[in-house]
Nanobody, 123 residues
Framework: QVQLVESGGGLAQAGASLNLSCTAS????????LAWFRQVRGNEREFVTA???????TNYADSVKGRFTISRDDKNTVYLQMTSLKPEDTAVYYC?????????????????WGQGTQVTVSS
């Protein structure tokens, strides 16, 4: 079974940048839509961004547009570049894999998830 492993989380001050990575254990990772979600304890998992298998289609939550950028390589890694961080970006960030090429926002479209990495932004 494929495993997704996130890395790059940590503590940052408001206005700073952080970069997350998610690496898959399989070679067919490039065939799937990849997404980032985030979750604050007690809240539902929230869509952040997604990128289609070919990298040509992306989707962003309104709250991160212009600040976050998703990208992927042609092997098994997806990246999330986060700039101008805000305290409300504090959450556990998860990467996910799905089949829908239109980069949907619903978590129901993603069947494989990583364990998550904590991002904390201080004011």
């Amino acid at each position: 079974q494929v495993q997704l492993v996130e890395s790059g989380g940590g503590l940052a001050q408001a206005g700073a940048s952080l970069n997350l990575s998610c690496t898959a254990s399989e070679r067919t990772f490039f065939r799937y839509t990849l997404a980032w979600f985030r979750q604050v304890r007690g809240n539902e998992r929230e869509f952040v961004t997604a990128i289609a298998y070919n990298g040509r289609v992306t989707n962003y939550a309104d709250s991160v547009k212009g600040r976050f950028t998703i990208s992927r390589d042609d092997k098994n890694t997806v990246y999330l570049q986060m700039t101008s961080l805000k305290p409300e970006d504090t959450a556990v960030y998860y990467c996910a894999r799905g089949a829908a090429s239109n980069c949907p926002k619903s978590s129901l479209n993603y069947v494989t998830w990583g364990q998550g990495t904590q991002v904390t932004v201080s004011s």
